[in-house]
């Protein structure tokens, strides 16, 4: 079994920062990828961002006030949220691409999500 648990979410005044961290655990031989989405209210989840092992991607809606980190060695990893405006306002969901063995394909696993709420 493999499990994704995020921590960090919160309220928070727009300009505020808030920082999420999600750690895997449980049967992993390799992590390719970690991430994060988020899904607000009506609206379909989206990629916020998502690091592997030599890039990091974000979307453009949070590029230069998002930063997205990792520490293999505690397979866990952070997303350091600055200049957060009510648009932000979201459940935040982690995500990974794990190999449970060396012969396994890579598959993807997802937390539960965590809120951040934004008020303006």
């Known amino acids: 079994q493999v499990q994704l648990v995020e921590s960090g979410g919160g309220l928070v005044q727009a300009g505020g920062s808030l920082r999420l961290s999600c750690v895997a655990s449980?049967?992993?031989?390799?992590?390719?990828?970690m991430g994060w989405y988020r899904q607000a209210p009506g609206k379909q989840r989206e990629l916020v961002a998502v690091i592997d092992s030599d890039s990091t991607n974000y979307a453009l809606s949070v590029k230069g006030r998002f930063t997205i980190s990792r520490d293999n060695t505690k397979n866990t990893v952070y997303l350091q949220m600055s200049s957060l405006k009510p648009d932000d306002t979201a459940v935040y969901y982690c995500?990974?691409?794990?190999?449970?063995?060396?012969?396994?394909?890579?598959?993807?696993?997802w937390g539960r999500g965590t809120q951040v709420t934004v008020s303006s």
């Open positions: 995500y990974a691409r794990i190999r449970r063995t060396s012969w396994s394909p890579g598959l993807d696993y």
């Open positions: 449980g049967s992993i031989f390799s992590i390719n990828a």
